[in-house]
């Protein structure tokens, strides 16, 4: 091309760049004035529409360098014309180049193994060329050298052949010697060895460094100011993290006042308090209660503590108090070894006991005074999403127990066994579908109903009171067709279907409604209206149930 085309390109393009800011629609076509080479282009797969010029120019550009790389080195880019905003671009594609013969010498270790040898020499289709040196710069770069250099020397195009030698200047290894974080000084530090994965003298490469910033954005009380850099001395390597402390403590509550038929003050409500990261030490402790009248009570305290000792290892604790009534009294202790394999999985030791008192021993009912206990393992996996209300994309966790009930009466063996899996498959940028399915199965020579699964709620089945389903098995589907009205709120359709078995019958249940959650200021608010049925009785409209969380964050 000779420099009048070249300077009537230029000038053509900066042209359209300039007029793109004031246009709507913007066609391209690209094609040659030689059949044989429209044909290739024809096939190409590329943008056609655009809203403005700047993107089509970067089009243009993207094509050029893709020719390239498909063999058509002396590729030229003839002109461009416009007709009522339909660009045509013309090219120049001249001879292919199928085929490249490498001579490597002393970089044969850096080649992928897809790649088969010759002796000194290696052949490569054309269009594989440029991704077999990405992966040979890529394999650098883990092994720490990520100041290396590779390029073709010497080149030359003999008909459909290129020739050339591959060079490769290894730079110095480079291992982490710092980490040094801005903004969050009072970081954990136990996160970066057990979470982050970053130890003493690792070895530095920007897939650790991706790796990082992906990592912080799932954790919920630090939010990434910006992606982490490193310094680079002489003689050490410094990486940047810049993290700010984010609040995720969370209260709900509400708590009212009665009198019973004595005269006494009787409390109701509920309080979900939930402190996240307040010694700055990643923990977590949670304190619920739940009052409704003298009819259910609960109490529970939990404790999460992440990375102990600075090891893999995060102990969780609970405790819960359960009061039916006046039928049965619970107390149940819960504890975990959690061991992280890697932030998406982990794996524990579970041992739980419980005791149950039968508050009424005179009345002719399947409640007895008990106690037992189980050991088991749970493994759970999860995959994160980006989103606003981290959500995981993918759960599954597994939970096997064997245990020993003890009645006044007599011992019995027992197993246990409970799962959740739950993924969120997104339809589109506003579109999405959440499943979730939970299963608990209880295994024993009788069943006791205080020592039963208890579902419904909120939290399991919608549509019915909390924890008013007994059952010694169970499993259920909580379906959500979910629409992004903006960047924090949403719409759901509610589609919850579960199977229970007691002692005396099995039943399947159901419950169907619609819900909306939204963020306002320092507060998550969900609003919902559920309908609950079963096998027995249909779906009415007076047994709705209208569900109103509203959490707010500190």
């Given at each position: ?22 246009a ?23 943008k ?24 058509y ?31 490597i010498d ?19 289709p ?27 020397k ?102 009212g006042?009665?009198?019973k ?90 041992y ?11 009345l ?10 189980f050991?088991?393992?749970?493994f ?39 799962t ?42 919608r ?65 919902s ?26």
């Open positions: 091309m000779n420099q009048t085309n070249t300077v009537y390109l230029f000038l053509l393009l900066l042209f359209l760049i300039v007029k793109g800011t004031f709507q629609d913007f066609s391209l076509n690209v094609t040659s004035k030689h059949k044989v080479e429209a044909d290739v282009l024809e096939k190409m797969n590329y056609k529409k655009h809203k403005d010029t700047i993107t089509l120019k970067l089009q243009v550009d993207k094509i050029s360098d893709y020719l390239k790389t498909i063999g080195f002396a590729t030229t880019l003839d002109s461009i014309n416009n007709i009522n905003n339909n660009f045509t671009a013309y090219y120049s594609l001249f001879n292919q180049t199928k085929i490249a013969f490498i001579q002393s970089a044969s270790k850096f080649l992928p193994e897809n790649i088969q040898k010759e002796g000194t020499n290696v052949s490569v054309i269009n594989l060329l440029q991704s077999n040196l990405n992966s040979i710069s890529k394999n650098l770069d883990r092994q720490g050298k990520s100041f290396s250099k590779v390029q073709l010497n080149i030359k195009i003999k008909n459909d052949t290129l020739f050339a030698d591959l060079n490769i200047n290894e730079s110095k290894k480079r291992i982490i010697d710092d980490v040094i974080i801005k903004g969050y000084p009072e970081f954990p530090r136990t996160f970066l060895k057990n979470y982050f994965n970053i130890q003493s003298q690792n070895t530095f490469n920007q897939q650790k460094i991706t790796k990082i910033s992906t990592l912080s954005k799932n954790l919920r009380f630090v939010k990434e100011i910006k992606p982490p850099e490193a310094l680079f001395t002489a003689d050490s390597t410094q990486i940047f993290l810049y993290l700010k402390k984010q609040s995720n403590n969370s209260l709900d509550g509400i708590v006042f009665a009198s038929e004595n005269g006494e003050l009787l409390f109701n409500g509920i309080i979900d308090l939930k402190l996240h990261n307040i010694l700055n030490t990643g923990e977590k402790f949670e304190l619920f209660w739940n009052s409704i009248g003298e009819e259910r009570q609960e109490f529970k305290l939990a404790t999460d503590l992440p990375y102990v000792f600075n090891s893999k290892i995060s102990p969780q604790l609970s405790f819960s108090l359960y009061k039916q009534d006046s039928s049965f009294l619970n107390t149940k202790f819960d504890s975990k070894l959690l061991y992280s394999i890697n932030p998406a999985i982990n794996f524990a030791l579970t739980n006991s419980a005791s149950s008192e039968n508050l009424k021993e005179n002719d009912n399947n409640i007895e005074t008990f106690s037992n206990y050991l088991g393992f749970e759970q996996y999860t995959i994160p999403s980006k989103d606003f209300f981290f959500n995981d994309t993918f759960a599954f966790a597994i939970n096997p127990t064997f245990g020993r009930r003890k009645t006044n009466q007599a011992a019995s063996n027992q197993f246990k066994i409970e959740t899996t739950s993924f969120l498959w997104n339809l589109g940028l506003k579109n999405s579908v959440f499943i979730q399915n939970k299963l608990g199965y209880l295994q024993s020579d009788s069943f006791l109903d205080n020592e039963l699964f208890r579902i419904g709620g909120a939290n399991s089945i549509g019915f009171d909390e924890q008013s389903i007994f059952a010694n098995n169970y499993t259920y589907f909580n379906i959500e067709y979910r629409y992004l009205t903006s960047q924090k709120s949403y719409l759901y359709s509610i589609t919850d279907i579960g199977a229970i078995e007691t002692r005396s019958k099995k039943d399947t249940i159901f419950g169907l409604g619609l819900g909306y959650l939204f963020t306002t200021n320092n507060s998550q608010i969900t609003l209206t559920v309908i609950g049925a079963n096998s027995s009785q249909n779906f009415n409209i007076k047994n709705s149930k209208l569900i109103i969380n509203w959490v707010t964050y500190f």
